[in-house]
């Protein structure tokens, strides 16, 4: 089971840390994912990290300013984000999928389980 929290309102400009906390003693053997939905939009791909937290993917509109990180002695991956732009408003959600994929963890169809999504609203 995978809880999202973190979200809320915040100024354009602004920074928030959502994490993603994992139930299970499996959280290792998982590599971890968010994704972000705004409203009357597709379901899209933010950021992506390995079972060691060793290897990252973002997607373009995240990097620079998204920062993806894991602890899995706390079964829990964070998403930093700082500069928040009106354009990332939407609700987040994680997501885990049993391997690595590269480039292809940017695709829902990789991911086993996933979490509700957090609320995040940057207003301008």
């Known amino acids: 089971q995978l809880q999202a929290s973190g979200g809320g309102l915040v100024q354009a400009g602004g920074s928030l840390r959502l994490s993603c906390a994992a139930s299970?003693?499996?959280?290792?053997?998982?590599?971890m994912g968010w994704f972000r939905q705004a409203p009357g939009k597709e379901r899209e791909f933010v950021a992506a990290?390995?079972?060691?937290?060793?290897?990252?993917y973002y997607a373009d509109s995240a990097k620079g300013r998204f920062s993806i990180s894991r602890d899995n002695t706390k079964n829990t991956v964070w998403m930093q984000m700082n500069s928040l732009k009106p354009e990332d408003t939407a609700v987040y959600y994680c997501a885990a999928a049993s391997t690595w994929y590269g480039s292809t963890m940017s695709r829902e169809n990789v991911y086993d389980f996933w979490g509700q999504g957090t609320q995040v609203t940057v207003s301008s």
């Open positions: 299970g003693r499996t959280f290792s053997t998982y590599t």
């Open positions: 990290i390995s079972r060691s937290g060793d290897l990252t």
